[in-house]
């Protein structure tokens, strides 16, 4: 029987790995569909009918035929629906939404980019590499302050935003950057990963048997 939940990805893609994230550690089971993006799915009308902007992660909840784009709204989408990480106040949920507005703004766009130039899957000049690494590490030395004294980012639970930032910051040796400069980071993360029913995202999202 098909899962209520099924989530377009791809094994390399820290959006598609926060949303497989949350259902993990919600338990909450689901299919999983792998898009080949070197191969142009993506681009293609039947995937661009079903993903908005033709990117993944795309969320499907068959419950109600509502297709859902953009991690950071598909996450919140996924708190609502699971009942889980939303946070405990709206207090707690508008923060929630800020840090992980905060986290594509200040972090992803830096952290990623930096892992896909080296990686190679992205040609950039060294300048503007550089501003990438300059502006990343900007942003680590941020989250790291703001972690001081604290477990989670928002309130005394594990919300979205912690799903969500951990899903890029994950990412962030492969960029280059040195986590061991940011120790309430590495905390953080330590934390993270103890949590019942984290998983790796090669475990969430198989890469396709070649
Ligand atoms: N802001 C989006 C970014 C999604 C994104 O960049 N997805 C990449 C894979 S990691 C993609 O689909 N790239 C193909 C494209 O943009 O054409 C999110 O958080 O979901």
Redesign the pocket.
């Known amino acids: 029987m098909s899962a209520r939940y099924e989530l377009y990805g791809?094994y390399?893609?820290?959006?598609?790995y926060k949303v497989a994230l949350m259902l993990s550690l919600a338990h909450e089971p689901f299919d999983y569909v792998h898009v080949n993006?070197r191969a142009g799915e993506?681009?293609t009308d039947a995937f661009r009918a079903k993903s908005k902007?033709?990117?993944?992660?795309l969320l499907v909840d068959h419950s109600n035929g509502q297709h859902v784009?953009?991690?950071?709204v598909i996450l919140d989408y996924l708190a609502d629906k699971l009942g889980q990480f939303g946070g405990a106040s709206l207090a707690e949920r508008i923060e929630a939404r800020q840090w992980m507005a905060w986290g594509?703004d200040r972090l992803?766009i830096n952290l990623y980019r930096a892992r896909a130039a080296k990686l190679g899957f992205r040609q950039l000049d060294p300048a503007t590499l550089a501003v990438y690494e300059a502006d990343g590490k900007a942003a680590l030395e941020w989250l790291n302050d703001s972690l001081k004294g604290r477990t989670w980012l928002v309130g005394d639970h594990v919300t979205m935003a912690d799903i969500d930032l951990y899903g890029t910051v994950r990412y962030a040796p492969e960029g280059g950057f040195d986590l061991s400069a940011y120790p309430h980071v590495e905390a953080w993360m330590q934390h993270f990963e103890a949590l019942d029913g984290f998983q790796q995202a090669d475990v969430l999202m198989p890469a396709p048997k070649a």
């Open positions: 791809l390399l893609s820290g959006p598609a993006l993506h681009k902007f033709g990117q993944v992660p784009v953009q991690s950071m594509w992803s």
